[in-house]
Nanobody, 121 residues
Framework: QAQLVESGGGLVQSGGSLTLACSSS????????MDWYRQSSGKERELVAR???????NYADFVKGRFTISKDNSRNTFDLQMTNLQPEDTAVYYC???????????????WGQGTQVTVSS
């Protein structure tokens, strides 16, 4: 089945918080990078946050200071903590991972199915 599964989406008020979790059937330690993307209606999918295998993080400007990405190698999960949510954050959020251990004939990219985040005004 799915190798990445998102959870934690839902409906929140402006200024509220949600934490999204990505559960992996593979070892998180086998990923070179773990990402959260989002896609709003009528817009292109965009990178929100990234954490690499060494723990370094990068954030899109529009979430800097509000969102935090983290990973837990022991639980094989990576999370996106979202605070001060705004209506423009409304989107389907997807987790993504880049495998270090893929055979050359395999696609190293893994995607979750997405979870809806809706922020009301």
């Amino acid at each position: 089945q799915a190798q990445l599964v998102e959870s934690g989406g839902g409906l929140v008020q402006s200024g509220g918080s949600l934490t999204l979790a990505c559960s992996s059937s593979r070892y998180v330690s086998s990923f070179a990078a773990m990402d959260w993307y989002r896609q709003s209606s009528g817009k292109e999918r965009e990178l929100v946050a990234r954490i690499n295998d060494g723990g370094a993080t990068n954030y899109a400007d529009f979430v800097k200071g509000r969102f935090t990405i983290s990973k837990d190698n022991s639980r094989n999960t990576f999370d996106l903590q979202m605070t001060n949510l705004q209506p423009e954050d409304t989107a389907v959020y997807y987790c993504h991972a880049l495998r270090k251990d893929a055979y050359y004939w395999e696609d190293p990219d893994l995607w979750g199915q997405g979870t809806q985040v809706t922020v009301s005004s």
